[in-house]
């Protein structure tokens, strides 16, 4: 189970920290990712962690410099730090877990319920 908070509205160039609590399998081994989807649009990848350390990070373009992406293995938790937003990043963020096995098959997909972030003056 996923489940996503830290969502609201905030004024562009303002910040939010959303988190995702993990919970029925094995977080540490579990490579976790942060999506979004605005009306109308595609859901897209906003960033990547590797598991374990997460020493691996990928972020959409258009985020870069402005979001991170970190996890906890303790709290079973993975956060995104969202920095100078704009009213483009407006949209319901999902928080995933997807592990392959070795063959690139699915092991597991998992999705929250998604927080809704809303950047408006």
């Known amino acids: 189970q996923l489940v996503e908070s830290g969502g609201g509205l905030v004024q562009p160039g303002g910040s939010l920290r959303l988190s995702c609590a993990a919970s029925?399998?094995?977080?540490?081994?579990?490579?976790m990712n942060w999506y979004r989807q605005a009306p109308g649009k595609e859901r897209e990848l906003v960033a990547a962690i590797s598991s374990a350390g997460g020493s691996i990070t990928n972020y959409l373009d258009s985020v870069k410099g402005r979001f991170t992406i970190s996890r906890d293995n303790v709290k079973n938790t993975v956060y995104l730090q969202m920095n100078s937003l704009k009213p483009e990043d407006t949209a319901v963020y999902y928080c995933?877990?997807?592990?392959?096995?070795?063959?690139?098959?699915?092991?597991?997909?998992?999705w929250g319920q998604g927080t809704q972030v809303t950047v408006s003056s």
């Open positions: 995933n877990a997807k592990k392959r096995d070795s063959s690139s098959r699915v092991v597991y997909d998992y």
């Open positions: 029925g399998f094995t977080f540490v081994t579990a490579p």
